[in-house]
């Protein structure tokens, strides 16, 4: 019998974890470590939707075999759009990183080691991170929340 997953909360969510499987020179050619960029990322559709809006902090997780990890830091610059050509999207405001923070120091963290992004890498935008991992990940990163 499967478990049932509870749904997540406001409270439960530190941060949210939108993915790429390209790196942020490719999203963005002129894109610099340190540099500052506003973004579309998709979102799929759930009721996760709902619990974002804007100025809620988020991290860019890249995804696959070249440099996974986080790789830039942001907040969400406007409400979900449910109009975006094909599908939901949302703006971030990002800032690229110096040094990405490399899924493998993650994994080695006890505190972030179950975060939904290392356990079900081939989810769905958006996941998250609870207050614990996403300040571990701001540790990890060098930065002070």
Known sequence: MARAV????AADVACWVLKSNRPPEALAPRWRPGDA??????????YRLSLMSPGQACLLWVSGRDRPGV???????????????????V??????????VDRAELLADPATRAAEV??????????WLSPGQYA??????GVTA
């Open 37 to 46: 960029a506003v973004l579309d990322r998709c979102v799929r559709p759930s």
């Open 6 to 9: 509870p749904q997540l909360t």
């Open 71 to 89: 790789h830039a830091l942001g907040e969400l610059a406007g409400p979900v759009d449910d109009a975006a050509p094909g599908g939901p999207a």
């Open 91 to 100: 703006a971030v405001r990002w800032t690229r990183l110096a040094h990405p």
């Open 118 to 127: 290392l356990r079900m890498p081939a989810g769905s935008n958006p996941s």
């Open 136 to 141: 571990a990940v701001l540790a990890h990163a």
